[in-house]
């Protein structure tokens, strides 16, 4: 059987905002600013630079707009934020943000606790964010969480997750991110869940998300990619899955995405070795090794 | 595309000879036992029980016949060893022992480092052994080693290991398993060496074997079950790759493995929650965490 994998695939990084939002340690503006220009020098084309949400719900984030305004900004690199609300968007704006992304889940009990609203009224929050961002002549990039289970409901339907998924494209949004949110999903369920949403937004303008919580990332991606799919989201260094937090979702991290693709003769533009010294730059602010076994070789060779 | 999967994959758990051999610290008798008798329990019907080679190599197997001299054997399970030449295999029959497997490489530099000798001068020494193996009724496995890349040589052409598999498989070997010693391969490349062996020896006797220094194991494992293998080596808690151990290089953990076949409807027979269970055993022998995020998730889960 041959596998018909694209010939290119656009990363998007998260580590910056998903990544760093995960962690437990703060990060001073410095770093962060100096991580997503190691990012762009690495070849990245899409780095998520943070979040305009509540400091008291991500204290991780407060410093967003700082960091935006110290930011060597690189023409052709998009350095989208998130934005839940009309108060973020402002933010973003003045800031001078050109892609924001907004995040729904596929789950209702997880939008109630994770966003503190259902399903439907999180798209009623989100409709005027989107007119508002299109009419600035912003991207927008949609989110869906929990694509492949929730915490609290267990298994979700990959009917769930093309509703959603169908009201983002419906609103403007140019990409849709699919996200593992736990790590749970396996190769077959993942291809179920992407075909399914692919018959209500075309895979072109679809990207797939893992968290590695249960090691099964790259196989997802793996199949994802088999079946068409061809912007993936990582987290360089697996920013956000420290091993000794409890609880621990990190990102399938970026080292180890480039790496399988780069041994496919798949293109991403992406330079590994300064991917993996701009990884170990972040860890070492951290504190800890990278969670990446990519990384961790690479740190070897490179000591 | 539809992946056409095996619907049962055999799992052949080399943890306690394979994992252990590459482990800094020595596990007493004791433990090795408990260890075997607990992935007995699990399900595991293929488990490496330890090896017959010079024990100046290999301190970590000396109490090989110690441990099968103990083990409560249950029938239906197969518990190989490797053996290396005649006097492996005499002590290996003495031994009880009821399948034996040699060990042969696809790079010549990396058969004179490992085995001081050439790989023709290696095949030569094993089909004696193989001639006593089956007079005396004994199943009969193969190695082939550094299948996707030498530490020595760098890539191994698909064609040298399609021509030890074919020697090993001439000389009366029931399975050949191609091992990814060092954990470089990616599954494109993964797929095509599999393909060259399939040419020479019937897919129904290739197993692979997978190494998961450069994390892309699963994902390679994923892409060969789509091509017909039914038949995975891998080692419970990732034994073999402590990530503080330099040069580690570890084999996929067979939780890992057990989770993405279960996820897929892919009958292995193991029961993960014990399985994980030896693992965290082992580990604490060991003094250290399992090398396994689905064991590290598991293990939070039991605590």
Chains 1, 2 share one sequence.
Request: net charge neutral.
């Amino acid at each position: 059987m041959t596998i018909a994998l694209p010939k290119r695939v656009r990363i998007v990084e998260v580590g910056p905002r998903d990544g760093l939002q995960n962690e437990a340690g703060l990060v001073p503006v410095e770093a962060k600013v100096a991580l997503i220009e190691a990012l762009a020098d690495a070849g990245l084309k899409s780095i998520e630079a943070g979040s305009f949400v509540s400091p008291k719900w991500v204290p991780q984030m407060a410093d967003t707009a700082a960091v935006l305004a110290r930011l060597k900004r690189v023409p052709g690199v998009s350095y989208p934020v998130l934005v839940p609300n009309m108060q973020g968007f402002e933010a973003a704006a003045a800031a001078g943000v050109e892609e924001i992304a907004v995040f729904g889940a596929a789950s209702e009990s997880f939008s109630r606790r994770n966003i503190n609203c259902s399903i439907a009224e999180s798209l009623d929050r989100f409709r005027p964010v989107a007119k508002a961002a299109l009419a600035r002549g912003m991207r927008l990039r949609g989110y869906v969480s929990c694509v492949l289970g929730c915490p609290y409901e267990g298994a979700v339907a990959p009917s769930a997750v093309a509703a959603v998924a169908g009201a983002l494209a419906e609103m403007g949004c140019a990409e849709i991110s699919l996200g593992d949110t736990i790590g749970v999903g396996t190769p077959l369920k993942a291809q179920a869940m992407l075909r399914a949403v692919a018959e209500i937004v075309p895979m072109e303008r679809l990207a797939v998300h893992f968290h590695d919580s249960w090691g099964q990332a790259l196989a997802n991606i793996l199949a994802c990619l088999e079946i068409g799919v061809s912007v993936v989201d990582s987290a360089v260094a697996g920013l956000g899955g420290c091993p000794y937090a409890k609880g621990a979702t990190g990102n399938v991290a970026t080292e180890d995405v480039v790496y399988m693709l780069d041994g496919m003769g798949i293109e991403t533009g992406v330079d590994l070795a300064k991917l993996a010294a701009a990884g170990r730059a972040i860890s070492a602010a951290l504190g800890r090794a990278p969670v990446s076994k990519v990384a961790q070789v690479l740190a070897k060779q490179a000591a």
